[in-house]
């Protein structure tokens, strides 16, 4: 009852805090944009230096869309990644919990790329690392700043910066990053992509010398494609590679048990371990909802009505399910392609 709203409600003519968001008056700001913004104010009531002058719905978007607010990943929810994990953690985890200890010679670097085939758990890390560190976690693709958002994409990179900013310690998650930051195309490059580049490296420069807890992540399968001023701003860069045996083991047993569906034996999963060289960490986990419906297929060609099936009628998951799946599922990631990010991690990726 003694809330007192830290924005003039509709109707009020005389300098109020829409007004200062890109000139929108009151009137043009709706109910659901004004609770966004509402929440960034500050204790003041006002909205914070970096969010006047950009438009009230980038701001929303980027509130409601591409805030996570609850990224729900951990890091035993992920296979393997053993060398990833450890480096994340030094680097990001720990700066992000302590930023007393992490300043001068151990100041951290503010930009992470992590590179690898697809479906390797590329952005489970980056939530991982979200939730780990108690940070918010902003995911954006690429792809769709210079797809989605023509001509739009540097406003929304400036949102996206200046939220975080207020929302710190923050996680920015840029998936496909090369499609942003690529290497120069000398010709055909348009004006408006070179733009959207810039304005993102800008924004990097700008919490990189500041003392933001801010932590860039980049994502991309093809590293061979950033240019030198995307690796330099990108100080450590992680190679995720394909799930080792363990790993495919791990995620099966993983994925199965969590729905009470796990009756393999140590051979079995060795079995499937040795039959699923090659699979991606997503790969898996398509193959085992594939294999998971075998039980189900079964019982339904037995005459059970889908209405009528009840979970005891249906017989565990088997090797010989696996078996079938393995026809529909195939590797995704080509074994010439892996030889690529070997070389690539050779010559720039943080090794140890
Ligand atoms: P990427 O970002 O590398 O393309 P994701 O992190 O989006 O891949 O992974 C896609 C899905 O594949 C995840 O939601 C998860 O179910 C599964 N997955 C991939 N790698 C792993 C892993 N190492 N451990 C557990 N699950 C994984």
Known sequence: GNFVPPIRSNGGNNGNMTTRVAGKSDDAVDDSTRRCLEMLCGPDGELPEKLRNLEPRLIEHVSNEIMDRDPNVRWDDIAGLEHAKKCVTEMVIWPLLRPDIFKGCRSPGRGLLLFGPPGTGKTMIGKAIAGEAKATFFYISASSLTSKWIGEGEKLVRALFGVASCRQPA???VDEIDSLLSQRKSEGEHESSRRLKTQFLIEMEGFDSGNEQILLIGATNRPQELDEAARRRLTKRLYIPLPSSEARAWIVRNLLEKDGLFKLSKEEIDTICNLTEGYSGSDMKNLVKDASMG??????????????????????????????????????????????????????????
């Open 295 to 352: 039980p189900l297929r079964e019982a339904l060609k037995q005459g059970i009505e889908i209405t009528k099936l009840r979970k005891e009628d249906m017989r565990p998951v088997t090797l010989e399910d696996f078996e079938k799946a393995l026809q529909e599922v195939r590797p995704s990631v080509s074994m010439s392609e892996l030889g690529t990010y070997d070389e690539w991690n050779k010559q720039f990726g943080s090794l140890s």
């Open 171 to 173: 996680v920015i998650f």
